[in-house]
């Protein structure tokens, strides 16, 4: 499986993007798919999670009610729409999928190239 996110860009706090990561290989819905962030300087965090079917999500606590985490697997894509975005949520962005869970701890065994977000003050 292979993985690639797009969808980061400049916006001014209190603004929304919305993050795309497609997969290419089989079987994508039988794949939990995470998001992660690194800002610079800090470790790589858990932001969302989804399960293979998209009916069970999880959240970091920063990002609830505010990031909503879903998945298109006739398009084989889990999308991150971020709302409310504040200059604290400025990262990189990467996506993961693996077979054996969904959240923060889970063994993703695939990762994709990350996409920048950068919220202005």
């Known amino acids: 499986v292979q993985l690639q996110a797009s969808g980061g860009g400049l916006v001014q706090a209190g603004g929304s993007l919305r993050l795309s990561c497609v997969a290419s290989g089989p079987h994508f819905s039988t794949y939990g798919t995470g998001w992660f962030r690194q800002a610079p300087g800090k470790e790589r965090e858990f932001v969302a999670g989804i399960s293979g079917s998209g009916r069970s999500t999880n959240y970091e606590d920063s990002v609830k009610g505010r990031f909503t985490i879903s998945r298109d697997n006739a398009k084989n894509t889990v999308y991150l729409q971020m709302n409310s975005l504040k200059p604290e949520d400025t990262a990189v962005y990467y996506c993961?999928?693996?077979?054996?869970?969904?959240?923060?701890?889970?063994?993703?065994?695939?990762w994709g190239r990350g996409t920048l977000v950068t919220v202005s003050s």
């Open positions: 993961a999928a693996g077979r054996l869970g969904f959240g923060r701890s889970a063994p993703y065994e695939y």
